[in-house]
């Protein structure tokens, strides 16, 4: 069973999930990490469950469209996930920010011919 710690607001906050977990839906209905973890839509729109991957990360898939969106190269570099889209199999550190982060601001529009 992976082992989750979430550094948030100063504290750790240390839990078992089963394999394949996905830790909003956990929270979503009450379970570790609830009310550890921040989160919001549940599904790779709104960036309030946007985690820092500090051990883990390389066990994690590839992002995906909604994390390329969503987070933006910038913040993926930095090792930025979005919780809500990924399936945990291993144990995983992260931490979430005070602030949630804001939603990546989309390519702006094509101009119109
Ligand atoms: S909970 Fe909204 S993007 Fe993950």
């Known amino acids: 069973m992976p082992r ?32 550890h973890l921040r989160y919001g839509c549940g599904m790779g729109k709104c960036a309030k469950c946007a985690s820092r991957v500090l051990a883990g990360a390389e066990h994690l898939p590839a992002p995906n469209w909604k994390e390329l969106k969503v987070l933006g190269p910038e913040r993926l570099e930095q090792g930025y996930r979005l919780m809500c889209q990924l399936w945990i199999e291993h144990d995983l550190e992260i931490a979430q920010d005070d602030l949630p982060l804001a939603v990546a601001p989309s390519a702006p529009p094509a101009a119109a011919a």
């Open 4 to 35: 989750i710690a979430i550094h948030r607001l100063g504290q750790c906050h240390e839990g078992e999930v089963k394999d394949n977990s996905n830790l909003v839906v956990r929270a979503g209905i009450r379970q570790f990490p609830y009310p």
